[in-house]
């Protein structure tokens, strides 16, 4: 046993959970070994020594691996090895990240990674909890500028009873699914999936789940930190010098105020690149190395403007009120060929949704950790650049379109009809035409207009109906 190694017991909803550090990984910044039952999470992070050049945004990297001889199988494919993460990993990874991003200080701009690995699983302990609680021991442990630590739980309600981190007979009894982080005060990230639960169902499980963040968040900042934590580095961080940004809201405060006195997007866009040139051409000799400061005052003074029409005035940027939505029109059954089809269009913001039905041998077939083989509905979000107006080749679906596509399929799946009252596999594809804010929800309002055919029957979804029935009467 290496003489640095230390094991911890911390309590999380009743149950032991083992923390050790010390013994593997070495040469990370920080280390742990998360266990529960038997499943284990290892989780290393890392810190470049210098910042990266050219960035004007903290390069932290959040990745979760889900290793199959966790739970005693070998990979499929044809080089039997793991391959590009799964949907579950990449939605794992977005949940880590969340609670963690806004404890690093501003102007950080060192690479940050933050590798949580699943090396064993045990069904009734999910290894997603504990890879969150993993990732804050290990950054606060580490000797890495940051502002925690966090805890994390998932909360389910099981017969009228709140549950820490239910074991899988609960998960499939429970009404919630909450996802839950934060620190000793306060909550930081909220994914949530439930039946139909009431408001104060949900708000009492919010704060039953925070009572044990906080149990976890003294545990690690009482009993790990001092123990087995280094000092943090001291790290030149990025800021504006006060003389540049006092100079340039002194000069830029008023052109500003005329850039954003309009509620037509496109003018006022064309207002405000007209004020920054106006910016950078009367500092380029006064400050002529400083062109990224100057842009950055002018940012950020932007924001407080925008941020204080809309406190002090009550007005947001497109001339709304507070408590005014944006114009809204949608139309259904656009595309004669397709199951269902619709358009929901919200201000700028607007979806093509298509639904299309198939046997339930076109189910997606899933190689995770955990028991789910196969997924009958399956729901997809595209987001291609036209739709901000931007000049981009297409890609495969990112970590964003991956995690819109689940929060709309958390959303829709409890009320989709069960496999035994309709017996087909299901694809919604929401592909964003235009996009001013909130396309994911765009994309949930948009797949229940004619999407399901079962509970909104349309000519073409009651056509698709009929046609799949031959199809599955003939193959069988």
Request: hydrophobic residues 35%.
């Amino acid at each position: 046993m290496t003489p640095n190694y230390r094991e911890f017991k911390l309590s999380i909803g009743g149950r032991e959970v083992t923390v050790e550090t010390g013994k593997y990984a070495e040469q990370t910044n920080g280390h742990c070994v998360v266990r529960c039952g038997e499943t284990a999470v290892m989780v290393n992070v890392c810190m470049s020594p210098t910042p990266r050049d050219g960035i004007d945004f903290f390069p932290l990297q959040v990745d979760y691996e889900e290793k199959m001889y966790a739970v005693g199988k070998i990979p499929g494919g044809f080089k039997r090895r793991e391959g590009r993460a799964s949907d579950k990993a990449i939605l794992t990874a977005r949940l880590i990240d969340r609670p963690l991003r806004p404890l690093f200080p501003k102007g950080l701009f060192n690479d940050v990674v933050v590798t949580a690995t699943a090396l064993s699983v045990e069904p009734d302990y999910a290894p997603e909890p504990l890879a969150m609680i993993g990732s804050s021991i290990a950054l606060a442990i580490s000797d890495i500028p940051w502002a925690g630590p966090t805890g994390s739980v998932v909360v389910g309600l099981v017969d009228g009873e709140y549950v820490i981190n239910p074991d899988a007979a609960q998960r499939e009894r429970s009404t919630i699914h909450l996802n839950l982080a934060g620190t000793k005060d306060a909550i930081l990230m909220i994914e949530a999936g439930a039946n139909e639960v009431t408001n104060d169902e949900m708000v009492n499980a919010i704060m039953f789940g925070q009572a044990e963040i906080a149990k976890i968040c003294l545990q690690i900042e009482n009993e790990i930190v001092p123990a087995v934590g280094k000092k943090k580095k001291e790290i030149e961080l990025y800021h504006i010098p006060e003389e540049i940004d006092a100079a340039v809201r002194d000069y830029a405060s008023d052109k500003l105020d005329w850039a954003l006195d309009t509620f037509d997007r496109q003018e006022r866009q064309a207002r405000q690149d007209q004020v920054g040139a106006e910016v950078l051409e009367h500092f380029k000799d006064i400050y002529p190395e400083n062109t990224r400061e100057i842009n950055d005052s002018i940012y950020y003074l932007t924001k407080e403007k925008v941020r204080a029409k809309i406190f002090d005035k009550g007005i947001r940027p497109d001339g709304r009120g507070l408590k005014e939505i944006r114009p809204i029109w949608c139309e259904r059954s656009v595309l004669p060929r397709a199951h269902g089809s619709a358009v929901f269009t919200r201000g700028q913001t607007q979806t093509l949704t298509t639904c299309t039905l198939d046997m339930l041998a076109a189910a997606q077939k899933l190689e995770g950790l955990d028991d789910e083989t196969e997924k009958r509905y399956m729901h997809q979000y595209n987001f291609p650049g036209y739709c901000t107006g931007e000049a981009k080749a297409l890609r495969s679906p990112g970590r964003r379109e991956i995690g819109h596509g689940a929060l709309a399929e958390r959303a829709l799946e409890p009320v989709i009809p069960s496999k035994e009252e309709f017996p087909y596999a299901i694809r919604v594809v929401n592909d964003i035409l235009s996009s001013n804010g909130s396309s994911s929800m765009a994309s949930v309002c948009g797949s229940t207009m004619r999407a399901f055919p079962s509970r909104l029957p349309s000519r073409a979804s009651q056509w698709a109906s009929s046609r799949i029935r031959k199809r599955v009467n003939s193959a069988s």
